[in-house]
C-alpha cells in the first residue's frame, strides 16, 4: 500500500515542511565566506569531541548501545576505533561535540548550537561512502554544504521562534535540521524528505528540564546527540517510503502549534541561504554558556587586580543581558557540572580566582574551594537594557557583558565591559588563529604523536580538505584498535 502525502483524502503538507525540503534538496550554495566559516567549524567541532574524549561520563555512553553490536562498513567515530550502525554513530559523534559545552552558538529568540548537527551529517556521509548508497562518495567539500545548510535551517528557525518560552530544548532543532539535511544526503526524494520533516516535527520537544535547577544534569549534553540519532532513524524510514504527516505543524488540536506553541505559527524570519553560518559564534577560548562569554573575558581582564584581594571583595557586579538572567543566573548549592557551566557567577568567580577557565575546572575538584562560594555570595547579577537590545539587533547580535569588583575599603576596579566575544563574526581576524591553535592542540592531546602530526598536517589546508574523500577524511581520525 502506498502512504504517498499527496493522496487525496489528506492535506498538503504545510508550507514550512515544503521550504525547508525544497532548500535541503535544492539550494545552491554560492557564498565563499560561508564555505571558509564552514571549514573552520568542522575543525572546531571536532576539537570540542577530542577534546571530550578524555571525560569517562562522556565516553562510557559512547560505542554501540549493546556491548559488542559493531557493523562492518558502519560510519566511524572520530577519535575512537567504534564503526556503528548510523544511527548510533550520530548519537556518539552528537554526544562528543556538545559534551563540554564548547562547539559554537547561535543566539536569537532561540539559542542552539549548530554543529550539533555534524553528528548525523558525519556518521550518514562515512556510511554511505562506504555503503556506495544512491548518491555514492562524499567529499569534505560535500560535508561543507550539508553543514552550511544545517546550520541554516536551526539558525533561521530560531530568529523569530522561541521553544524555550514554551518549556522545549533547541535540541528540537538540531532534529529538525539534520532530518532535512541527512534525508536529502542519502538521496531522498521531495517527498521523502517532507515525511521525514514531518515525523520529526511530530516528536515533540525534550524538556528543557535538564538545564535548570534543580534538575540540571548531563543529559543537556548528549540531549544534541539524542536528536542527530533520531533525525537518521526518520531518513532512514522515510527512505523506506515510511508514510509522513503533511499537517504536523498547523493540524488544529493535535499539530505540533496547538499542543505545544499556544497556537503560535512556526514561521522562518527570512528566506534559507547561508546568513548563519556566515554570522555564527564560534567558543573559541572558553567552555561556558554563551551568554557568559564576554563575562569571563572581563573576568580575565580584572584577575590580576583582584586575586590577592580575593578577601577584601565586598561585592561583584555582573551586568548582562536578559537571556543572560534567565538562563544562567543561580544562586544557592551547583550539584554538578552540569549545573556549574551554566552559572554566570561560578563562570566569572573561577578567573577572577585562577585566571582561567577550562573545562575541569567545572569538577567537583576546584568546585569545593571555599573561594569560589564566597566570591559567588557577593555577587549580583543586573540585566543591561543596551546588552540586551544589542542582543537582538539584527545586524548586532551582540552578547555584551561587564563586571566591575568592589572592595570593602570603598576601592573599585575599573568596570570592565565586552560587547561580543573573540567568537564573533567582528573578531574573526582575531580569533580565528586561536581557533586553530583549539584543533591543533586537541589533536596533539588526544592522538599519537605520529598520527596528530599527519593530521594537522593534512587538514589545516582548506582546499586541500574541501578535495578529500569522507572515507579518507575518517581514515585520519579514528583509532585503529
Known sequence: MSHDIKSAYRPAPDQLLIDIADY???????????????YYCLLDTLACGFQALQYPACT?????????????????????????????AAFNIGTMIRWLDFNDTWLAAEWGHPSDNLGAILAVA?????????????????????????HEIQGV???????????????????IASTAVVTAMMGGTR???????SNAWIDGGALRTYRHAPNTGSRKSWAAGDATSRSVRHALFALKDEMGYPSALTAKTWGFQDVLFKGKEVKLAQ???????????FKISYPAEFHAQTAVE??????AQVKDKLDHVDKIIIETQEPGVRIIDKIGVLANPADRDHCIQYMVAIPLIFGRLMAADYEDDVATDPRVDKLRNKMQVLEHKQFTTDYYAADKRYIGNAVQVFFKDGTNTARIAVDYPIGHRKRRVEGMPVLMKKFSDSVTAHFSSAQSKRINT?????????KMTVEKFLDELIINS
Open 191 to 197: 517527498d521523502q524528505v517532507i515525511n521525514a520533516l
Open 24 to 38: 535541503a534538496l535544492s539550494y545552491q550554495i554560492t557564498s565563499e565566506v560561508a564555505y571558509e566559516t564552514a
Open 298 to 303: 572581563a573576568a580575565m581582564t580584572l584577575h
Open 157 to 175: 528557525l530560531a530568529l523569530e521562534n522561541s521553544f524555550n518560552r514554551v518549556g522545549l530544548d533547541h535540541v528540537l532543532l538540531v532534529r
Open 458 to 466: 593534512q587538514l589545516i589546508n582548506h582546499n586541500q580538505l574541501e
Open 126 to 150: 562515512d556510511y554511505c561512502s562506504r555503503n556506495q548508497s544512491r548518491n555514492g562518495a562524499f567529499t569534505v567539500r560535500d560535508i561543507l554544504t550539508a553543514m552550511i545548510k544545517a
Open 271 to 281: 528566506s534559507l541561504g547561508s546568513y548563519v553560518m556566515e554570522n555564527v559564534l
Open 60 to 88: 562510557k555512553l559512547l560505542g554501540p548501545i549493546v556491548p559488542g553490536a559493531t557493523m562492518k562498513q558502519g560510519a566511524r567515530v572520530p577519535g575512537t576505533s567504534y564503526e556503528l550502525d548510523p544511527v548510533t
